[in-house]
């Protein structure tokens, strides 16, 4: 096995990016490295001990151990996914072990042969100690050994639909990062003298109280700019104070802040302790009051099984029950703060009747946050939990279905432990659940895992279907967790199922994958049969478009829909019920932050604009032009079509001409020739013509040096092949250019001295009379929005080589690919990133950093999609229940970086009236059971009290009050089917049972109406 890092000739350890590049923009590389020099034991792998072992594994850190002598039990099948019925009785870290190893080929997995709890000095190899199933007399004894011996402790219990986790760090346990926010910086217009200071243009500073910053840039006291981190006290949002600035001078202009992380020291006490005196992270802020009682809840269930042989309350069995009850009490009274003024016996009670109850949700929650401490402790980074957390999804619990000892009692089935919670006759109804999952990716595959172990869909009239366009790569390993290394190339959706029945082979033949898109191009295949037989909708995408699609069909069919999402440490869920709840479109996120052209083009003042000005560059000249000139060849009419555009006509037919004749290499060396011809004009001309439009000394109209505030004053670069920006620059260039032509390219840097040495590169002089646009709000000077002179345009299209005279011929833009290390796509922006950053004097951004803001790149790990799916399964035993108030369902936010968790009730629906009836403005909707004609139509309305005004179907208009009488004479017989025919002049599709209309009326007062849509069945219902 190898260790996560590989070291370079220099002795440097690197991180496999191909491998990890989505945790790293979470985690970053200083954590990285320091979780892949430290060694993890889990101590029991039931399913809560798997999970964790499996989210550390994909995290990469150095070694992990296991241990757990144990047989396997045919209830651990319930929530344990790397065990098999033909196992049982052998030793569950025997069994696990291997299938462990797999998940990452940099961690190797071993088991832990020495019982820990009769010689914990076997313990000192480890960094990090975590417990599950662990008697509470034991947790103590190894908590007092890690905390002697510098170990950091966790440990974690699931008890059926309850939880918990505990952390000790030891004393000054040092938090490097706590929020793992991108550090806040900005441009500063003003620091009084008694420290106030003012943010640029009332641009909000998004400091906090307590936060550190340093200055640099600042003219007039140049000592401020020393690098000295000082502490903030806001004042505003806008304006914030560092105390005295005395004897730093007096400030003149300029000025930038930057805010410093720094570190936060934590004190954990021991468990003994925290045992009397409790710290608790609140899970659920409904739910307040509860971690005090399952505190001692927990506490009690241990000392119930010390007291029984080891074994836990039978499930809902009251005299068991009653026991728990009476070491609660005794236990309450050791409370010395927060102690409860009385117990809650009803929680108590059902907290003993689910002991033996072991969910796969339950495991997966307290798995993904669990392992999250555990990577906290190991780097630094981000805020651990201090120090107790309870969670319970009560809510979760069957209404519709009898939980009696008996129901409840073993059956010798794989689902014993979740049978235990909910009864045999739920289990039941999840076997015949009928769901769709749509994506097979990070949270696909996590949810596939949970069903494959909940038993869903493997009853007689259950069925999943799961669709997936992609195929696996190889950065989705680290967080995919049922693809192996063998599966790269091959079918997301296939691979998931297959890895889910093998799970739980009762779901052989229960599983149907797809490679189909769920959109309106694939409705033939998701077609209305498709969507009324299933129950449910499950969402595991990555884009907002086609969740919106998804969810449209949802509210259309009337079918639940779980929505779920991760962004590094951050989570949300969402249940959309069907005549209850809000949907996914009825909110919106905020558009995609941008930048303007021109602050992009020409005055850049951070390097997120240089980079987007790097990717912008990466496309104008291996994209875009490749692409015009294969039009210009394939399509005759191309340069006719092109003349009678407005706007930049000249532009695409002088990069033709470029691309096509001038800058058409024969051999490779031109390309070089080229790149370097590039750089000359886009870090050396250019920055020269800007500033001779703009010179270092001009001022605004009121009198304010133009080069002040956000914008900063370039200075051109001199070529030199032996600085690495440089160089790297004219490498990927070059590549790129003879790609493009089909030429072979080279990284052979003698190659490069040869030809660069014996170019001639031609002085530049500054022209007068062009034109810059000097503020995002003034118009563009060389904005094309007209037609060019066309005698012009003329002369440069017959300058061109007739399309004829090159058959056959092609370009071949570049198609941009982030993940790929040697194809200098990544290399290229960064390289140009960073010289536009030299000549603004911006602190440069290195490959990663480049590639994760020109690569849109979503930040994720598997922690969070671990807890995130654990949360939407709790909320499907709530559907397939068939809960139907909104008070039964959460939606979720979470974030395991502080840690925070916040759960609300879904939002419910609009509602809205007209005339005297009050309608759902989103699950509402007047449908029609025949396919009735216009006529027919119209007049159901108007005995509703509703005059139709205007009728629509897509982008046909049908009916309009306002139509002749003639025309309306001649669509009032039609049928409704006929009549979009007639005006789409297309014909409906066939098959199409239900056919979706827009419609505006009046009410009886004349006030306009929002009316839900109308559905009208066709002639095929």
């Not at 003219?219 to 105390?243: A, C, H, L, Q, W």
């Amino acid at each position: 096995m190898a260790d996560t890092m590989k070291v370079d000739k220099d002795g440097e350890q690197n991180i496999d990016e191909g491998l990890y590049s989505r945790q790293l923009y979470v985690l970053g590389h200083e954590a990285m490295r320091r979780m892949a020099k430290s060694n993890v034991l889990v101590v029991g792998v039931k399913g809560l001990g798997v999970e964790i072992a499996k989210n550390i594994a994909l995290a990469g850190v150095k070694a992990m151990a296991i241990y757990d002598p144990a047989p396997v039990e045919i209830a651990d099948l319930s929530a344990q996914f790397f065990l098999r019925k033909e196992e049982i009785g052998r030793p569950r870290a025997e069994v696990t072990q291997p299938r462990l190893a797999e998940l990452n080929a940099y961690v190797p997995v071993s088991v832990h042969t020495e019982n820990p709890f009769e010689n914990p000095e076997s313990l000192s190899k480890y960094q990090v100690v975590v417990l599950t199933e662990t008697s509470l007399d034991n947790q103590l004894q190894i908590n007092k050994f890690c905390r002697a011996n510098g170990i950091y402790f966790v440990s974690a219990d699931v008890r059926g639909l309850f939880g918990n986790v505990f952390c000790d760090f030891g004393d000054e346990f040092s938090v490097a990062d706590a929020t793992g926010e991108n550090p806040v910086s900005g441009i500063i217009s003003d620091i009084s003298e008694d420290g106030l200071v003012t943010a640029l243009d009332e641009t909000r500073h998004g400091l906090e109280d307590g936060d550190h910053v340093t200055f640099s840039e600042v003219e007039g006291m140049e000592k401020i700019n020393d690098g000295t981190p000082r502490k903030v006290e806001v004042k505003g949002p806008y304006t914030f104070s560092i105390g005295s600035v005395e004897g730093l001078g007096k400030y003149s202009r300029g000025g930038l802040f930057q805010q410093v992380k720094m570190p936060k020291i934590i004190n954990f006490k021991s468990l003994e302790e925290q045992l009397r005196k409790p710290e608790f992270l609140i899970s659920d802020f409904a739910k307040w009051d509860r971690p005090v009682q399952l505190h001692i809840g927990f506490q009690a269930l241990s000392k119930f099984a010390s007291n029984n042989g080891g074994k836990l309350p039978r499930p809902m069995n009251d005299q068991d029950a009653k026991a728990v009850l009476q070491l609660a009490g005794e236990i309450a009274k050791t409370i010395e703060e927060g102690a409860p003024e009385e117990l809650d016996e009803k929680l108590l009670t059902e907290l003993s009747y689910q002991a033996q109850g072991y969910l796969s949700p339950m495991a997966a929650f307290f798995g993904g946050l669990t392992a999250q401490q555990v990577l906290k402790a190991l780097s630094g980074k981000f805020t651990p939990v201090v120090q107790f957390m309870y969670f319970d999804s009560l809510e979760s619990l069957p209404s519709s279905t009898s939980r009696t000892e008996e129901t409840c009692a073993p059956t010798g089935s794989r689902y014993d432990a979740q049978i235990a919670v909910f009864g045999k006759d739920f289990q039941d109804k999840i076997g015949n659940t009928k769901e769709f999952l749509v994506g097979a990716g990070a949270i696909g595959c996590e949810m596939l895992k949970n069903w494959a172990l909940m038993g869903l869909a493997t009853g007689p009239n259950g069925s999943i279907h799961v669709t997936d366009m992609d195929s696996i790569e190889r950065s989705n390993l680290n967080r995919q967790f049922l693809f192996r290394a063998p599966d790269v190339g091959k079918l997301k959706s296939e691979c998931a199922a297959a890895a889910a029945a093998v799970m739980n082979p009762e779901l052989e033949g229960k599983v149907t994958s797809l490679r189909d898109r769920v959109g309106e191009d694939t409705e033939d295949i998701f077609n209305e049969d498709f969507w009324e037989a299933l129950d449910g909708v499950t969402n595991a995408l990555d884009n907002v478009e086609a969740r919106v699609y998804v969810d449209r069909r949802c509210v259309f069919f009337r079918k639940p829909l779980l929505e779920s999402g991760t962004l590094g440490t951050k989570g949300n869920t969402q249940v959309v019920l069907p005549n209850l709840s809000e949907s996914y479109s009825s909110s919106q996120d905020p558009p995609e932050k941008s930048f303007p052209m021109c602050t992009v083009k020409s005055f850049p003042n951070k390097i997120e604009h240089t980079i987007a000005w790097g990717r912008e560059i990466f496309d104008s000249s291996f994209v875009n032009p490749a692409q015009s000139v294969n039009l210009y060849l394939s399509q005759p009419n191309f340069i006719e079509s092109t003349l009678k555009q407005s706007g930049n006509q000249k532009e695409i037919l002088e990069t033709i001409r470029d691309y096509l004749v001038a800058a058409k290499p024969l051999k490779f060396e031109e390309s070089i020739e080229w790149a370097r011809l590039k750089f000359e004009k886009l870090f050396n001309n250019d920055i020269q013509q800007l500033v001779h439009v703009f010179p270092k000394d001009s001022v605004t109209s009121s009198g304010t040096p133009f080069w002040s505030g956000p914008k900063r004053a370039p200075d051109p670069l001199a070529f030199d092949l032996e600085n690495k920006e440089h160089r790297d620059f004219i490498v990927a260039a070059a590549n790129l250019h003879a790609f493009i032509y089909g030429l072979k390219g080279s990284t052979d840097l003698g190659l490069y001295r040869k030809v660069l040495d014996a170019m001639m590169i031609p002085d530049f002089k500054p022209q007068s009379g062009v034109k810059i646009q000097a503020n995002d709000s003034d118009p563009d000077p060389n904005a094309n929005t007209g037609f060019a002179d066309q005698d012009e345009l003329k002369e440069i299209a017959e300058s061109l080589p007739a399309p004829a005279t090159l058959a056959g011929y092609r370009l071949t833009p570049v198609e941009f690919e982030k993940d790929d290390d040697t194809n200098h796509h990544i290399a290229l922006i960064t390289a140009a990133s960073n010289l536009r950053a030299m000549n603004y004097g911006i602190s440069p951004a290195d490959r990663h950093q480049t590639k994760l803001i020109a690569g849109k790149i979503i930040p994720a790990i598997a922690t969070t999609t671990a807890l995130v799916t654990g949360i939407v399964c709790l909320e499907l035993y709530k559907l397939i229940d068939g809960k139907n108030k909104l008070e039964d369902y959460r939606n979720g936010f979470i974030n395991l970086a502080l840690p925070f968790f916040g759960f609300s009730e879904p939002i419910a629906s609009p509602k809205g009236k007209y005339n005297d009836t009050e309608v759902d403005k989103l699950w509402d909707r007047f449908e029609f059971g025949h396919n009735v004609t216009l006529r027919e139509l119209i007049d159901e309305f108007e005995g509703k009290g509703l005059e139709v005004t205007m009728l629509s179907h897509g982008n046909a208009l049908l009916y309009a009050s306002f139509f002749p009488p003639a025309k309306l004479k001649d669509r009032y017989p039609l049928k409704m089917t006929e009549l979009i025919e007639v005006v789409s002049k297309k014909p409906v599709p066939a098959g199409r049972r239900n056919m979706i209309f827009e419609i505006c009326a009046d009410d009886k007062s004349g006030e306009d109406v929002e009316v839900p849509f109308v559905c009208v069945k066709t002639k095929d219902a």
